[in-house]
């Protein structure tokens, strides 16, 4: 019996996360018709003073859409670079970054 997943992202895959620390995540992401496991990355979350600064709802670190091959990153990929990030899954196979949007110094 096959477990059923919630499509979060292009299509038909779905993107586990897991804490690493406290303001600390896991993801990697699922084909679940294959089974193949694709690489993710660790994210940090984004400074409490941008938070404060832009209110609560700029906090969700991950944004997927069942119907678009684009996954926005808020937060600090593999823990640097602040800021916001948008990559694309290219041919089903892996993630391009293909805009990154650095947070002003003093964040």
């Not at 823990?79 to 041919?91: A, I, K, P, S």
């Amino acid at each position: 019996m096959r477990a059923k997943l919630e499509v979060e992202f292009a299509g038909h895959f779905t993107i586990p996360r897991w804490g690493c620390r406290t303001e600390c995540n896991v993801f990697v992401i699922v084909d679940p018709k294959t089974g193949k496991i694709y690489d993710g990355f660790t994210i940090a979350g984004l400074p409490y003073a941008w938070i404060e600064d832009h209110g609560e709802e700029a906090t969700e670190r991950m944004e997927g859409y069942p119907d678009g091959r684009l996954l926005k990153i808020n937060a600090c990929p593999n823990e640097q670079n602040r800021g916001l990030c948008v990559y694309v899954m290219v041919d089903g196979m892996s993630l391009k970054l293909v805009r990154k949007e650095l947070l002003p110094d003093g964040y």
